[in-house]
């Protein structure tokens, strides 16, 4: 069963993400529901592994209606929303709980040569996320 995903996020969703200010993370297309943690992987200039979050459930509706659940923990506009969403009839959000930040942020090459970053996920194994 597959559990993790690894996940690319912009330098500044992901700040939000570990400062707490973020606490759900938008996607077009939704993970399986059997995924319980994701890698975050902050993308240029950073490129790097830089935490762990559990995933505490996902939501999948109309995108109105998924701001209307997130919006107060979305760390991001309405504008960028929409403007995410535009001409899309469902929007996932994946809700962040415990969040662990890497001591030292990680290259994908560090991790496993497989890896590479995601376009929208890519699956881990327990292994290699237990050595993060």
Same mark, same amino acid.
């Given at each position: +069963?597959?559990?993790?995903? &690894?996940?690319?996020?912009? !330098?500044?969703? #992901?700040? *939000?993400? &570990? /400062?707490?200010?973020? %606490? ?6 939704? !993970? ?6 994701? #890698?975050?992987?902050?993308?240029? !200039?950073?490129? *790097? #592994?830089?935490? #762990? $979050?559990?995933?505490? %459930?996902?939501? /999948? $509706? ?8 997130? %919006? ?8 960028? @929303?929409? $403007?995410? @969403?535009?001409? %899309? ?17 990680? $290259? &994908? /090459? ?5 890896? @590479?970053? !995601?376009?929208?996920?890519? @699956? +881990? ?8």
């Amino acid at each position: +069963m597959k559990t993790n995903i &690894l996940i690319s996020i912009h !330098p500044q969703h #992901v700040a *939000k993400i &570990l /400062s707490g200010e973020k %606490r759900s993370e938008f996607r077009k297309k939704a !993970p399986p529901e059997t995924v319980k943690k994701m #890698v975050i992987y902050a993308t240029a !200039p950073i490129m *790097k #592994v830089v935490a #762990v $979050a559990e995933i505490n %459930r996902k939501l /999948s $509706a109309k995108p109105e209606s998924i701001w209307r659940k997130t %919006r107060h923990a979305s760390g991001i506009t309405k504008q960028y @929303f929409n $403007a995410y @969403f535009e001409e %899309r009839d469902i929007a996932h959000a994946l809700e962040i709980g415990e969040v662990t930040q890497l001591d030292s942020p990680l $290259a &994908l /090459s560090d991790i496993s040569l497989e890896l @590479f970053p !995601p376009q929208s996920y890519a @699956f +881990m194994d327990d292994s290699l996320v237990n050595k993060l």
